[in-house]
């Protein structure tokens, strides 16, 4: 937690994907989603493990027909980390992956059309233990509710969710999460506000269509960094074109940001002409290597003697560069001078000290 701004958390319900509670104050869980065709089993187990090992806490996987669904129930018997299927339109794709044993399906009730068909899915999700994800998106609205708001508003938005979460309830379904995603971050801001004054449900925060992996962080960071400070959102995604690794990553530095997850953080100068070792090169480096620290550490890497000790004594870690050289400092203590190519290897030996006396004392 933030000492200068402690977040509390908005009182929503708990549902549970697998081991995993989503809501109730439980940690704000990170979330991705395949890009790999589903009916290719053996490439969506590869993501899924390369999605898993980033630290990805849930994930989506697209169920767009039958070959995409057989791709999925082999994926299910190999996969321990809870599973979501992502269905729009045929309510028979929604029914087969929670028999498969999907952990929630996302649906769009908007789309999925008659009642009779929703109660089908919800009588499998009842079944099974199974969540749904109501995931109301601005390109998709129902044409009733376009037309009575004249665009995909924030309150077009809210509306479609409410009234999709209505229709759950009615057959007594409340093991519900919610999204409401636009492309623009503060309609998305607004509309999540909207929500979570009408609903105590989990939500799944996410700006749909963000962008590449700079623009689409920012934009996400924006929009979720002002809800999550709110205290609003149990769960995100940020949704980047491309490999869905750095969605993982850049959703846990987001938490790690808001003091919303513990772990290590990089921090590093933005180097200026006194800079005497590769800053940037170094902190990616080292940010690579860092990524399953669970202690909340602080690690410098700063280019000079000018500002670089001062900041790298004030971190558990840190390195500040000389002529080809690197002031290694632990804890405010000046461990050693190091080779500029050394230094990393020793940095990183002291972080896992720290992270196995963290362990101990957990
Ligand atoms: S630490 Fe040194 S190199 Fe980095 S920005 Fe400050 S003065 Fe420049």
Redesign the pocket.
């Known amino acids: 937690m933030s000492a200068g701004f402690p977040i509390v958390r908005r009182p929503t319900r708990p549902i549970q994907l697998g081991q995993l509670i989503v809501g109730d104050g439980a940690p704000v869980s990170v979330q991705s989603m395949t890009n790999t065709p589903t009916a290719d089993m053996e490439g969506t187990l590869d993501q899924v493990r390369a999605l898993a090992s980033a630290g990805c806490e849930i994930v989506r996987v697209s169920v767009p027909d039958e070959d995409a669904l057989r791709g999925f129930e082999a994926l299910r018997k190999n996969v321990r980390l809870p599973l979501v299927a992502d269905i729009h339109f045929d309510h028979k794709l929604a029914v087969g992956s929670l028999v498969a044993g999907a952990d929630a399906v996302r649906i769009n009730p908007g789309n999925i059309g008659a009642s009779w068909k929703i109660r089908e899915i919800v009588q499998a999700a009842k079944d099974k233990g199974a969540s749904i994800r109501v995931g109301v998106n601005a390109g998709s609205l129902e044409k009733d509710i376009l037309k009575a708001h004249g665009h995909p508003t924030p309150e077009a938005l809210v509306h479609s969710a409410l009234r999709s979460i209505q229709l759950l309830e009615d057959m007594n379904f409340f093991t519900i999460k919610i999204s409401v995603k636009a492309s623009d971050p503060l309609e998305n801001v607004r509309a999540y506000r909207l929500l979570s004054e009408d609903v105590d449900y989990p939500l799944h925060l996410g700006v749909t269509e963000a962008g590449t992996v700079l623009s689409g962080s920012v934009r996400t960071a924006a929009a979720l960094g002002l809800l999550l400070a709110d205290g609003i959102g149990d769960t995100i995604r940020v949704s980047l074109s491309g490999d869905p690794l750095p969605e993982v990553h850049a959703g846990h530095e987001l938490l790690r940001s808001l003091g919303l997850r513990s772990g290590a953080r990089v921090v590093a100068?933005?180097?200026?002409?006194?800079?005497?070792i590769d800053?940037a090169g170094l902190a990616e480096e080292v940010e690579k290597r860092i990524r399953s620290i669970k202690a909340p550490l602080k690690i410098a890497i700063?280019?000079?003697?000018?500002?670089?000790p001062g900041?790298a004594r004030e971190s558990d870690v840190g390195i500040?560069?000389g002529k080809g050289t690197a002031v290694l400092f632990v804890r405010g203590k000046v461990k050693g001078k190091l080779k500029e190519e050394e230094a990393i290897d020793a940095l990183i030996e002291e972080v896992e000290k720290l992270e196995r006396e963290f362990e101990r004392m957990a």
């Not at 700063?302 to 670089?308: E, H, S």
Request: aromatic share 0%; proline share 11%; net charge negative.
């Open positions: 100068c933005p180097t200026c002409a006194r800079a005497e800053v700063m280019g000079c003697p000018v500002n670089g900041e500040a560069g």
